[in-house]
């Protein structure tokens, strides 16, 4: 047994079983600061990653005969700190949400460490049985944190939906497990690896592969998978839909990297023609869907289905390019949607609502708030110099080099379809002057400044400066990437 | 001393550094944030001009080179330099830029916002004409687009179009149909149509480019290394077919190229004065600088097969964007259409492929910018003035506004192709130089002339001369020599090069004959 390998794991149970201990102990006015114990977790556990560096490339088995289940290779390694850097910015954005809340915010950070968990597993993970635990770690910390506000009609039906149609998702999964162990006796990549490599798979391992695949879909929300979407989005606490819309759909992405191109490596040909006719159906869905939207998050929810189709794209050149064009574009998904998110979290709590309307004037109300919306939605739109634009770029040239020349340019009309919509939330908060009148509650709060605290401010600020930077200095992180993202 | 620093790197940064700098400044100072635009834009302006003057014409090609590695795993690097095309283009956007930040003073709100913005507009565009790198000239371009969505959307006007009356019925909710034929166009319409147009034009182009590099295999996104593989290694002429058209339409879009260009009028009148400027002075030129630079330079035998399509198309702008200019009545939708009608005459001259057409249509390009932004900026001044833009409601003008109905006479005889003035020059050069290979194109271009003096008088008489209506006694001229400036620079440098062509045109011309020697002889 190789326990350094696991360590952050092993430490985030800790914190964990810290965080429950906190909860249960902790007078109430004192769990208010709960935020903070979360917070210093998180930073703890980047110091034991970074001092993990010398395990890189070892692997966990748990049992001294037969193949390892979890590998720190770089690909986790890296990816790793962006799961960190996700919860980070979430908790932060837990801290602003819950001020109104109130009770029981000690769970909320309980659940946020689990799905970490989830996450943090996932990433490493190097059989297709623990790929199954990560994923219901994750996923069942996001069904009770969707439905947690619970006084709230929507936020239950979103929990609800979402756990239905989570668990026929995970039901696809476990069966198409079920019928690759069936033909190949084994649940480990390597094992998994070397049967598809001999080239006579049955058409049950197949129907095994899609099944998996089909799985994964679900968490990437991708066309014909994506119906939990939008009213998930709509209904759940803003920063529970931050960490699905970022953490989860990063985590099925990671997920299908790795399956991808090293598990089905050698049955490329079969999937690479599927993933782009999904692609294609997804970046057209997404974004076609997203233009009528009145509410922010239901917006951002087409969206993130828009990006999904982008990440298949570059998984389905099936080329090395492809696959680091995904890391990168991942990386500037997660930025420009936190950003996003984090100001429909400030907001939302300011003016009490997600729709649209009430962003109307939010340059006057808080100008940082405008500009980091502004500024998140350009990159998730894929406008220079954000870094949502060396995304959108690199997939594309991978794709090109694969030869797709119609996938190209369907990828290339959705970035003026997406301009569209994201410039349909810019005219709101910049165009258009605060309200004045509307709704009894929008009235109260109609035309104030919003008030922006010190640490908000700072992690917004940061936010900005990090979609900046990933866009104009882009080959360190190409470098770290590609590094990465090889199998 | 000059020779030390890059020069390009300065004009093209010194904007970026003051939006960065506004950023930071109170949002109450708007005093400051005019102050730091001006500072800002003079740099440029300086080094611009010093770039003219100091550009080493018997040595030709690309100087003042700045070239740092910046994704070396996909070949791309920071490669800025200018060669006699590019230079005059420079100087003509610092012309307009800094003009335009003088001509922003009649900006009141938010005014922090709108140089910040401006001044983004204005680095993009620098970036384009400097860039030689595919990577970073989509880079700069895209960029240059997004802020015109805020200038039009927040400090622009709406638009009253005149249409024919068959297409009132089809007008859409966005369009509240008025009487007498005329369409009301919100700005925020204007300006969400041209930023979906340009950039749908730009992932277009950006298509072909990454199409080009990879067919390439030189595994580079430098413009300069990828025309040398391509010498070498000349790509299979039935790609070069597919892959032009993919580049001429997406920056076509900007160029005007009819029938892209529909945006262009009615955001040329929905933006603020100084944004009109800059859109019509140098924004519709990156595209058939683009088209040069790139889909001709990089592309031959593409070019070759596919520029008579562009000649015919562009015939279309001449003649039916005068016609529809001369049935407008808002004073901005006239030099809007004008526009689109004039950049036909630039586009024969890229086409038609001889030395002689070329430099006419980097001068005209140079000429009509400054000619635009001039009519722009007096239409802004009388647009303050009186709250109209609508011909028929003005009139008398002159009297009260003798400095400005002045400077509008020049623009008008200018725009017409009056001797004394650049555009005549180069709608000369652009007409001879065109005439062996397209001689139809060349009467119809001819016509044009014919048409743009129609409506430039009439918009002349219309606004300065007749009766003065009783509502406007209150109008005011310029009043100090610091509001006169930003007109008279324009007005002096397109009489200079009217009466002096020469410098600009040997400048272009030592660029422009070796880039036409290396096609190929078109056939008769």
């Known amino acids: 047994m190789n326990w350094p390998t696991v360590a952050v794991e092993l430490a985030l149970c800790a914190g964990v079983l810290g965080l429950l201990l906190a909860d249960a102990l902790l007078g109430p006015a004192k769990k208010q600061a709960i935020w903070k114990l979360a917070l210093g977790g998180v930073l703890v556990l980047g110091g034991v990653l970074w001092w993990q560096r010398p395990w890189i490339g070892q692997t966990f088995q748990p049992m001294a005969a037969g193949q390892p289940m979890f590998v720190l290779d770089a690909f986790a390694w890296t990816f790793k700190w962006l799961f960190l850097l996700t919860m980070l910015v979430v908790i932060l954005m837990t801290r602003v949400f819950t001020r109104r809340s109130g009770a029981n915010v000690g769970e909320f950070y309980l659940l946020l460490y689990s799905a970490l968990l989830g996450m943090l597993v996932l990433v490493s993970v190097h059989d297709l049985l623990l790929l199954f635990i990560g994923l219901e770690l994750l996923t069942f910390s996001l069904y009770v944190m969707a439905a947690y506000l619970k006084t709230d009609a929507r936020s239950i039906e979103a929990g609800l939906k979402y756990l239905i149609l989570g668990s026929v998702s995970s039901g696809f999964l476990v069966y198409g497990i079920s019928l690759l162990y069936g033909t190949v006796g084994a649940t480990d990549f390597t094992t998994l690896r070397d049967a598809f490599a001999t080239g006579q798979m049955s058409l049950v391992a197949k129907a095994g592969m899609g099944l998996v695949l089909a799985g994964l879909g679900f968490k990437v929300a991708a066309v014909p998978f994506h119906l939990w979407v939008p009213d998930v989005y709509e209904g759940a606490p803003a920063p529970v839909v931050a960490l699905l819309s970022v953490g989860s759909k990063m985590a099925g992405a990671v997920v299908l990297l790795r399956l991808l191109y090293s598990v089905f490596w050698p049955v490329q040909a079969m999937w690479g023609g599927i993933l782009a006719v999904l692609s294609a159906a997804t970046m057209l869905y997404g974004n076609l869907a997203a233009i009528p939207q009145t509410n922010i998050k239901r917006l951002l929810g087409y969206s993130s289905i828009g990006h999904a189709g982008y990440l298949l794209m570059g998984l389905s050149t099936a080329s090395p390019s492809g696959a680091q064009a995904v890391g990168y574009y991942l990386l500037a998904y997660l930025l420009g949607n936190l950003a996003a998110f984090f100001v429909v979290v400030v907001a939302s709590q300011a003016v009490g609502s997600d729709r649209l309307e009430d962003y109307d004037g939010l340059s006057r109300r808080s100008p940082l708030l405008a500009a980091t919306l502004f500024v998140g939605l350009l990159s998730l739109a894929g406008v220079p110099p954000l870094a949502g634009f060396t995304g959108k770029l690199l997939v594309l040239l991978a794709t090109v080099e694969s030869g797709r020349m119609w996938l190209v340019a369907i990828g290339a009309v959705n970035v003026a379809i997406s301009l569209y919509y994201y410039l349909q939330v810019v005219r709101r908060m910049y165009l258009r002057p605060p309200a004045t009148e509307g709704s009894p509650e929008a009235r109260g709060t109609g035309s104030h400044t919003i008030p922006v605290d010190a640490l908000t401010r700072a992690a917004l600020l940061a936010l900005i400066g990090g979609i900046l930077l990933v866009g104009i200095v882009q080959e360190p992180f190409l470098r770290v990437l590609s590094a990465a993202i090889r199998f | ?524």
């Open chain 2, 1 to 524: 001393m000059l020779s030390t620093i890059p020069i390009l790197a300065v004009i093209l940064l010194a904007p970026a550094l003051g939006a960065a700098v506004l950023c930071v400044v109170p949002a109450s100072r708007a005093d400051w944030a005019r102050r730091i635009a001006v500072a800002a834009t003079s740099v440029s302006l300086a080094l611009a001009v010093w770039i003219v003057l100091d550009y080493d014409r018997t040595a030709g090609g690309y100087q003042y080179e700045v070239l740092i590695p910046w994704i070396r795993p996909l070949g791309i690097g920071f490669h800025l330099g200018v060669d006699g095309m590019s230079a005059v283009l420079v100087l003509l956007h610092a012309l307009c830029s800094f003009t335009g930040v003088l001509i922003s003073y009649a900006i009141k709100e938010r005014v922090k916002e709108y140089y910040i913005f401006y001044l983004l507009l204005i680095t993009g565009v620098f970036g384009v004409f400097t860039s030689l790198d595919l990577f970073f000239f989509y880079f700069f371009y895209e960029m240059a687009v997004i802020p015109m969505y805020p200038l039009i959307g927040i400090w622009g006007s709406d638009v009253k179009e005149a249409v024919i009356q068959r297409s009132r019925h089809s007008a859409s909710a966005s369009m509240a149909a008025a009487p007498h034929s005329v369409v009301r166009f919100s700005k925020e319409y204007a300006a969400m149509k041209l930023t979906i147009y340009l950039t749908a034009g730009a992932v277009i182009a950006l298509t072909g480019l990454l199409w080009l590099y990879v067919s390439s295999g030189a595994r580079t996104f430098d413009v300069v290394a990828l025309q040398q593989h391509l010498g070498a290694f000349p790509l299979d002429a039935r790609r070069q077919r597919m892959i032009f058209p993919l580049l001429a339409v997406g920056f076509g879009v900007i160029a005007p190229l009819w029938p892209f260009h529909s945006w262009s009028p009615i955001g040329h009148a929905a933006a603020p004065s100084a944004v009109s400027m800059l859109h019509a002075g140098v924004l519709m030129k990156l595209g058939s600088y683009a088209i040069i630079r790139l889909a001709m330079g990089l592309l031959p035998d593409g070019a070759v097969a596919w520029l008579p399509w562009v000649a015919a198309l562009c015939t279309m702008n001449i003649i039916y964007g005068g016609l529809v200019a001369m049935a407008q009545k808002d004073l901005k939708l006239i030099i809007g259409y004008s526009s689109s009608s004039h950049m036909g005459y630039v586009l024969l001259g890229i086409a038609a492929l001889t030395p002689l057409a070329l430099d006419g249509a980097v001068l005209l390009m140079f000429a009509h910018g400054l000619m635009t932004a001039l009519a722009f900026a007096l239409v802004g001044h009388v647009y303050d003035q009186t709250h109209t833009r609508y011909l028929p409601d003005l009139g008398g003008l002159g009297k009260s506004l003798p400095f400005i109905a002045t400077c509008g006479v020049i623009a008008a005889m200018a725009s017409s192709g009056l001797p004394g003035f650049g555009n005549f020059v180069a709608e000369l050069l652009v007409i001879l130089g065109s005439w062996d290979r397209y001689p139809l194109q060349a009467v119809l271009a001819v016509l044009g002339v014919v048409i743009t003096s129609v409506y430039m008088l009439r918009m002349v008489r219309g606004v300065f001369f007749g009766t003065l209506p009783k509502t406007f006694t209150h109008v005011q001229d310029t009043q100090t020599s610091f509001a006169r400036l930003p007109y008279l620079v324009l007005v002096a440098v397109l009489l200079f090069v009217g009466c002096w062509p020469r410098p600009l045109v040997r400048l272009i011309d030592v660029s422009a004959r070796p880039f036409i020697s290396t096609f190929p002889r078109p056939p008769r």
